[in-house]
């Protein structure tokens, strides 16, 4: 099992950033995807972003796209969300998610979950 840990969440005002690191550990895969989701008070959990296992491909919602970017390191075992140009609608818990190896983020839901780490945006 990938026991996945998040951290660098934070209160931040509208227009600023933020970046989110996910330290995995356990049985982790250079052909598991991993990525992000969220979810604010009252709504369902969203997908963020993902990235592929070799980080060649990304993949981001509508909502993100142009503003944050996902990325890993390997060798490090760890993923990041370097968000930008924050609003209040990116208010949410975020959680770091990883994927079955060779899953494809837009076709199945992930495997693992993190506890959530929060990210506040004033307004």
């Not at 390191?73 to 609003?87: I, P």
């Amino acid at each position: 099992q990938v026991r996945l840990v998040e951290s660098g969440g934070g209160l931040v005002q509208a227009g600023g950033s933020l970046r989110l690191s996910c330290a995995a550990s356990g049985r982790t895969s250079s052909n598991s995807a991993t990525g992000w989701f969220r979810q604010a008070p009252g709504k369902e959990r969203e997908f963020v972003a993902a990235i592929s296992g070799s980080g060649g491909s990304t993949y981001y919602a509508d909502s993100v796209k142009g503003r944050f970017t996902i990325s890993r390191d390997n060798a490090k075992n760890t993923v990041y969300l370097q968000m930008n140009s924050l609003t209040p609608e990116d208010t949410a818990v975020y959680y770091c998610v990883a994927y079955r190896p060779f899953e494809v983020p837009t076709t199945t839901l992930p495997r693992s979950w993190g506890q959530g780490t929060q990210v506040t945006v004033s307004s």
